[in-house]
């Protein structure tokens, strides 16, 4: 009997997300993790049935978190201040970032933009659509009238694009959460300026 080293699942996770970030799952070569972690493709099945039973071990964790502060989020959320005080929501959207907001991981890219071919594959679309809705609603409490549902289709797209850009190019978690924490704010003010 085999006993399975934790070493080497971790040598084909690091390179399982390597491979799935350069080439997409779609495209990823079971053969090229195998040999880039060093081991067999026989060895591989000793710690995983097939690639997307790796994947979903690289994006379980990031999925979840991600999805607890999406649901604590909405629990939590608010209706938007009259009038506005952007110093107070600066100063609160600093607060939940740093404490709620997950430490995420490679995980969480790899399922926005790597993940065509896996059961995830519509978890871009279905988090957009999210984004969307909750801009509905806060635009919906503003001003109704001013409420255009294409054009907010259109900024929860280009939200969750700068946020990817921040989660891939910002490692250092205080680094990451003010860029967070102004990227939001970027939305709030332009959405506040478009329906005042």
Do not use: C, W
């Not at 100063?91 to 995830?120: A, R």
Request: proline share 2%.
């Amino acid at each position: 009997m085999q006993v399975k080293k934790s070493s080497v699942k971790e040598k084909i996770m690091i390179h399982g997300e390597i491979e799935f970030i350069e080439k997409g799952f779609d495209k990823a070569s079971l053969r090229q993790i195998v040999k880039a972690a060093g081991i067999t493709t026989g060895n591989f099945y000793n710690y995983f049935k097939n690639k997307e039973a790796l994947f979903d071990e690289l994006v379980k964790k990031d999925l979840q978190l991600f999805s607890d502060f999406i649901q604590g989020h909405n629990e939590d959320s608010s209706s938007m201040p009259t009038p506005i005080d952007y110093n107070h929501i600066r100063k609160h959207m600093l607060t939940v970032v740093e404490n709620f907001l997950p430490e995420f991981g490679g995980g969480l890219i790899l399922l926005l933009d790597h993940s065509k071919g896996t059961q995830y594959e519509a978890y871009k679309s279905e988090l957009i659509k999210e984004i969307g809705d909750h801009m509905r609603k806060h635009i919906g409490e503003m001003n109704p009238a001013k409420r255009n549902d294409a054009y907010v289709n259109i900024m929860a797209v280009q939200f969750l694009t700068g946020l990817t850009m921040i989660i891939k190019n910002y490692t250092d978690k205080k680094s990451r959460d003010l860029m967070i924490v102004e990227h939001i704010m970027f939305y709030i003010h332009g959405i506040t300026g478009l329906i005042s």
